[in-house]
């Protein structure tokens, strides 16, 4: 199945890599956001079956993006360097995967998303 | 037979030839020297009788073994030549006890040879005079009770009182004492760090402790109780000045002489600022291991993109490795500034250097301004991706192709310009590879502004217009 997704990372070059690996397990990245402006607006309209959410954002918390994503009942996971240790309280029970990663990380991290 | 009493003193008395004496001999002794010597032989208090105007000395059992090595000598002497090293004294204690008065020492200190040399000895003396049968003083009747031992041991507890005044002055801790069961605290002496409790409180946890903290502490207190043994702990508190700060704490039980607790004394450092320094280095590390994580997947990102539709692997291997010399150097860029930020110039400068060392091909023009991190980072890989391109394919492709980078900041936006000209003729390439996808999406992305390629004829051009409010740095 194909999904929709939202990718937000604010590493331009990880964030193409995340595209390339998504497009080749056969997936559509229809929004690519680096920043928290860009990736709120993007949460809040995009037409997305699953999103992958960075944590830090220049500096900033993408945790808001998290709590619209929650709000429009789309399901998310966090891809971070800090890992699961990085995260609030609140979202621990999400799926998270630790920078670096591999393609075959990122197909299951999509799919404990997706079934969670 | 007289004297009938006194153990080994009465059996002396009896057998010395007094007649070599002032006093006389034993029969001839008036009635009154007779009753005190046996009223004093009787007495287990160490007594010595000084009679006549010399003081001849007569004493009992227990004044012999307070004059050591001098016994039996002294019996019979005269009390200067007796005790010759205090003779001076003892002229008075004559003069004054036959002028009928009384002396009393207490702990009076007096240097005595009793066994092979001089040494302090501390006394209660008391003296009286000794009438005789005319109702005139005799004689001086004098009770010797030595209180060296005692005097020792004051001035040894005295001496550790201001060892333990002066350690409790000479350290910086502040200084606790508390009830055995710690409900009360009976006094804290706060060094001006924490607020002095001088009067014995039952509130000292809600003046010192954080409410959160108070159930960890009470445990670590009742264990220390259960086990009577030192309390020790690092805990938060309430500091004069207002502020929570920590001190590392540590109290030991004192007991009574016959083992019953009686309090605790405990000291405690104020270590906020080592507290304070390991958790700003725990959130250094937490935060260079995230850098870290972040650089390799950086690493991981270039290499797959790099090597993915590469047509010769030679070729890739170099692409490959002169990205992450560009990546290195931005990251020297950025650790030089600790992080914190960058020059403009700088990021530009250190990323195109490598590809163009002669200066008059590559002008780099604008007031400088200290951008983020990531601004700095994002900057210099895309123009890394214009420089290799330029040298590739543009104006660095020949003998006199020149490229200008210029910025100027318009309102709230900064423009940057890369400008190719001299070089050969561009067409328009037919796709996009990962150099022109970075530098148009991903610095656009980064920058949250736009970035165009415009494949202009007479040279390749390079637009970035991003918000001034997300480029610079702090």
Redesign the interface.
């Known amino acids: 199945m194909t999904l929709r997704i939202l990718v937000v990372e604010?590493?331009?070059?990880?964030?193409?890599?995340i595209e390339?690996m998504l497009v080749e397990l056969g997936h559509e990245v229809v929004e690519?956001?680096?920043?928290l402006?860009?990736a709120l607006e993007a949460a809040q309209r995009a037409d997305i079956d699953v999103a992958i959410l960075d944590v830090?954002l220049?500096g900033l918390r993408s945790f808001p993006v998290a709590d619209i994503l929650i709000k429009r009942a789309i399901p998310f996971a966090f891809a971070?360097?800090?890992g699961a240790?990085?995260l609030e309280e609140a979202y621990r029970n999400r799926p998270v995967l630790?920078?670096?990663?591999l393609s075959d990380d990122l197909r299951k991290l999509l799919s404990q998303a997706i079934s969670a | 037979m007289f004297p009938n009493v006194g153990g080994q003193l009465g059996q002396l008395i009896r057998d010395y030839d007094w007649s070599a004496t002032p006093i006389g001999p034993l029969e001839d002794w008036p009635q009154s020297l007779k009753s005190v010597t046996e009223m004093l032989l009787l007495s287990p208090v160490p007594i010595v009788l000084l009679w006549g105007e010399d003081g001849v000395m007569i004493y009992n059992d227990a004044y012999s073994a307070f004059a050591g090595q001098r016994h039996p000598r002294l019996l019979g002497s005269k009390v200067r030549e007796g005790w010759d090293e205090i003779a001076d004294f003892n002229d008075n204690v004559m003069r004054v006890g036959l002028a009928g008065k009384t002396l009393a020492f207490r702990d009076q200190e007096l240097a005595l040879e009793r066994h092979g040399r001089l040494e302090p000895v501390w006394m209660d003396l008391d003296y009286s005079p000794v009438l005789d049968e005319t109702g005139n003083p005799a004689g001086v009747i004098a009770i010797v009770v030595e209180t060296t031992e005692k005097v020792l041991a004051q001035r040894r507890v005295q001496e550790s009182e201001r060892r333990f005044r002066a350690l409790t002055m000479a350290s910086s801790d502040i200084i606790y004492r508390m009830s055995p069961d710690w409900t009360e605290m009976r006094q804290l002496d706060g060094r001006s760090i924490m607020v002095d409790t001088e009067a014995p409180s039952i509130a000292w946890m809600d003046d010192y402790l954080l409410p959160e903290d108070r159930a960890a502490t009470q445990a670590a207190i009742d264990e220390a109780i259960a086990r009577l043994q030192p309390f020790q702990r690092e805990h938060r508190v309430r500091r004069a000045d207002g502020s929570v700060g920590w001190v590392f704490s540590r109290a030991v039980p004192v007991t009574d002489e016959n083992g019953a607790l009686v309090e605790w004394f405990g000291a405690a450092s104020d270590i906020t600022e080592r507290v304070r320094a390991t958790d700003h280095l725990r959130l250094v590390i937490n935060e260079l291991n995230h850098r870290v994580k972040n650089t390799l997947a950086m690493v991981q990102a270039i290499a797959l993109r790099t090597f993915r539709h590469a047509a010769n692997l030679g070729q890739a291997q170099k692409e490959f490795a002169a990205r992450l010399m560009a990546l290195a150097q931005a990251n020297d860029l950025l650790t030089g500034e600790r992080w914190a930020g960058a020059s403009l110039f700088s990021a530009i400068r250190q990323a195109v250097e490598p590809h163009q060392h002669d200066a008059e091909r590559c002008t780099i023009q604008g007031d400088d301004l200290n951008i983020s991190p990531k601004t700095a980072l994002a900057l210099a890989m895309a123009m890394h991706e214009l420089a290799t391109n330029a040298l590739k394919y543009g104006a660095w492709s020949n003998d006199h192709g020149l490229v200008a980078i210029s910025w100027t900041v318009e309102g709230q936006r900064l423009l940057i310009e890369w400008r190719e000209r001299n070089g050969p003729e561009v067409t328009a390439p037919t796709g996009r590879g990962f150099g022109s996808r970075l530098i148009e999406r991903g610095l656009a992305g980064e920058l949250g502004g736009k970035v165009l390629l415009h494949f202009d004829p007479e040279g390749i051009r390079c637009s970035i217009d991003a918000p001034i409010s997300v480029v610079v740095g702090e």
């Open positions: 604010d590493e331009m070059t990880i964030a193409f890599m390339d690519l956001a680096m920043r402006p860009e830090n220049d971070t360097g800090y240790a990085g630790a920078k670096p990663f």
